[in-house]
């Protein structure tokens, strides 16, 4: 199985500032299929990120993915009101595995 | 633009066999570049994926609750659904069904990422 850990486990920052979330996985993530989702209280994830870089239609392009193998980063260029949420990473190289989750909140 | 809708019902008593519905809308659950899966929340804690499948009738289940956990589809019913047998108050949750795209390598292919989710439906495991 692989596991997938997520740092920091909280981030706090303030309105404009760049995010910088890391998700390492416990091996490398074949053909670095990786995607990033968005969680707010109350509702569904939204996929943000997938096959590691590539953002879905509708994406707004302040989120960006890097990495490769173990080590990956979801960024937020400038962070807005409504970003302030969990993210978690999820590895489907082999089965699917969720990491633990990233809060962002408001510094 | 697709809809996923969770139905069943919100609690179960222990011992039991959970058992959830997700309707599809606005696109068809034959396509052969979707699949389509469970995941869920347990109140205050992370998501954990439960499992996926096409709509051929392949399968994929976390290895974990591989042995309780049956996901089918009716393609005709445009619709698929999740039992999981033998539940404790462990397996209560919020569970998600959600349209996953396809991830292919070596001419093999395999459920990706959630693209489209259901709101989700606050299952308690109780007496």
């Keep these: 199985e692989v596991v997938l850990t997520q740092s920091p486990g909280t981030l706090s920052l303030s309105l404009g500032e760049r995010a910088t979330l890391s998700c390492r996985a416990s091996q490398s993530v074949g053909s670095n299929y990786l995607a990033w989702y968005q969680q707010k209280p109350g509702q569904a994830p939204r996929l943000l990120i997938y096959g590691a870089s590539t953002r879905p239609t509708g994406i707004p392009d302040r989120f960006s993915g890097s990495g490769s193998g173990t080590d990956f980063t979801l960024t937020i260029s400038r962070l807005e009101p409504e970003d302030f949420a969990v993210y978690y990473c999820q590895q489907y190289g082999s089965f699917l595995t969720f990491g633990p989750g990233t809060k962002v909140d408001i510094k | ?127």
Excluded: M
Excluded at chain 2, 26 to 47: A, N
């Design chain 2, 1 to 127: 633009q697709v809809q996923l809708q969770e139905s069943g019902p919100g609690v179960v008593k222990p011992s039991e066999t959970l058992s959830l519905t997700c309707i599809v809308s606005g696109g068809s659950i034959s396509s052969d570049v979707s699949y389509w899966g469970w995941t869920r929340q347990p109140p205050g804690k992370g998501l954990e994926w439960i499992g996926n499948i096409f709509y051929s009738g392949s399968t994929y289940y976390n290895p974990s609750l591989k042995s309780r956990a049956t996901i089918s589809v009716d393609t005709s019913r445009n619709q698929f659904s999740l039992k999981l047998s033998s539940v404790t108050a462990a397996d209560t949750a919020v569970y998600y069904c959600a349209r996953h795209g396809t991830a292919c390598s070596g001419g093999t292919c395999y459920p990706s990422g959630g693209r489209y989710w259901g709101q989700g439906t606050l299952v308690t495991v109780s007496s």
